[in-house]
T-cell receptor, first 110, second 117 residues
């Protein structure tokens, strides 16, 4: 069983729509969760971190965490073509080691 | 700007050769980790160094080794290169808050893309 699982996509949404990205994790004691964006040929960049159950909003991005269901999601409102990228979900263990999903490819269609 | 820089950005090696990848991070970032990202995959944890000691290792063979130096720079060495070692190698450090505590957020350098022929 993989530590972190994501739908690989690809996910396509029209410009201005809401993009919804989902992630599940296997280690029930995990406490720290992250979303990274990775453009083609570039390294991952951190866009959101979340540590508590519920929602955390930052601009057009909202991360949602449900520890009971071992589920993390990322919503991107008012999607823009510049949001087209691969989104990686990551979970940090107690040893500061990060486990990443395989990523979901998002395309925002103008 | 993550404060993590890597070199070289691209390199090509042949099977059986050895490679050294380098990373430097900001002063005070005393935890550095290395990840391997194969095409179409997420980053996979190779190992982590804290104050010049390895303090965590992923499922990688011993031919993957590393060093961390007092100036917070780090190296990843891979011996006896195999075709499957072709990947983007990412160096990362844990960010510090304004008070110097670890934020727990991982920031990556631009990566070194290794091609093994």
């Amino acid at each position: 069983q993989k530590e972190v699982e994501q739908n690989s996509g690809p996910l396509s949404v029209p410009e201005g729509a809401i993009a919804s990205l989902n992630c599940t994790y296997s280690d029930r004691v995990s406490q720290s969760f992250f979303w990274y964006r990775q453009y083609s040929g570039k390294s991952p960049e951190l866009i959101m971190s979340i540590y508590s159950n519920g929602d955390k909003e930052d601009g057009r991005f909202t991360a949602q965490l449900n520890k009971a269901s071992q589920y993390v999601s990322l919503l991107i409102r008012d999607s823009q073509p510049s949001d087209s990228a691969t989104y990686l979900c990551a979970v940090r263990n107690t040893g500061n080691q990060f486990y990443f999903g395989t990523g979901t490819s998002l395309t925002v269609i103008p | 700007e993550t404060g993590v820089t890597q070199s070289p950005t691209h390199l090509i090696k042949t099977r059986g050769q050895q490679v050294t990848l380098r990373c430097s991070s900001q002063s005070g970032h005393n935890t550095v980790s290395w990840y391997q990202q194969a095409l179409g995959q997420g980053p996979q944890f190779i190992f982590q160094y804290y104050r010049e000691e390895e303090n965590g290792r992923g499922n990688f063979p011993p031919r993957f080794s590393g060093l961390q130096f007092p100036n917070y720079s780090s190296e990843l060495n891979v011996n006896a290169l195999e075709l499957d070692d072709s990947a983007l190698y990412l160096c990362a450090s844990i960010a510090k808050s304004g008070r110097g505590a670890n934020t727990g957020e991982l920031f990556f350098g631009e990566g070194s893309r290794l091609t093994v022929l």
